[in-house]
T-cell receptor, first 115, second 114 residues
Framework: GAVVSQHPSRVICKSGTSVKIECRSL??????MFWYRQFPKQSLMLMAT?????????EQGVEKDKFLINHASLTLSTLTVTSAHPEDSSFYIC???????????FGPGTRLLVL | AQSVTQLGSHVSVSEGALVLLRCNYS??????LFWYVQYPNQGLQLLLK??????LVKGINGFEAEFKKSETSFHLTKPSAHMSDAAEYFC????????????FGGGTRVLVKP
């Protein structure tokens, strides 16, 4: 139980294009979903927190117009990297919890490479 | 405010030897503490967690951790390392007051020598 999927697992795009990453909770309803970014050999940095049907809450320093988050349902959240640039290349990981519990379940991550 | 410090970014152990990964936290409210493992190019898998109750918690793959409030620690141990334990390990803290937002330590990479 508590499985979270992400799609795509890897994406390569040209600079200036937009990329959408999906995060799905497969066997539970996620009250909250979280988006993280991880640079090589570093820890996870929380980007934003999203609740179904409401606007995402972004962490300080994260551009909300650059990283658009839509939490359309209790099982799906999307992260769109708009006008991507090479410095946006990173490993993006989502997580979800259920019933406002403390445990987060993580997706497998999406590796983004912007050329 | 909450924070996590993991002592040692790299740990090397021999197969069959004790694995000890150190984690100290800071939290102004009762914490929820977690250990996650990450294999290359993968997401995080929950090893174990402490919320309330028994301070010695057992997790998957033979790992356990003990919550010591007086030492603000949550060290992770495994009696006998296996080659498959080679991975990155993250300690994390949250609380209800923090809205269940996790704060991660810097991670510890474990290398297991045959």
């Amino acid at each position: 139980g508590a499985v979270v999927s992400q799609h795509p697992s890897r994406v390569i795009c040209k600079s200036g294009t937009s990329v959408k990453i999906e995060c799905r909770s497969l066997d539970f309803q996620a009250t909250t979903m979280f988006w993280y970014r991880q640079f090589p050999k570093q820890s996870l940095m929380l980007m934003a927190t999203s609740n179904e049907g409401s606007k995402a809450t972004y962490e300080q320093g994260v551009e909300k117009d650059k990283f658009l988050i839509n939490h359309a349902s209790l099982t799906l959240s999307t992260l769109t990297v708009t006008s991507a640039h090479p410095e946006d290349s990173s490993f993006y990981i989502c997580s979800a919890n259920m019933n406002n519990q403390e445990t987060q379940y993580f997706g497998p991550g999406t590796r983004l490479l912007v050329l | 405010a909450q924070s996590v410090t993991q002592l040692g970014s790299h740990v090397s152990v021999s197969e069959g030897a004790l694995v000890l990964l150190r984690c100290n936290y800071s939290s102004s409210v009762p914490p929820y503490l977690f250990w996650y493992v990450q294999y290359p190019n993968q997401g995080l898998q929950l090893l174990l967690k402490y919320t309330t109750g028994a301070t010695l918690v057992k997790g998957i793959n033979g790992f356990e951790a003990e919550f010591k409030k007086s030492e603000t620690s949550f060290h992770l141990t495994k009696p006998s390392a296996h080659m498959s334990d080679a991975a990155e390990y993250f300690c994390a803290v949250t609380s209800k007051a923090a809205g269940n937002k996790l704060t991660f330590g810097g991670g510890t990479r474990v290398l297991v020598k045959p």
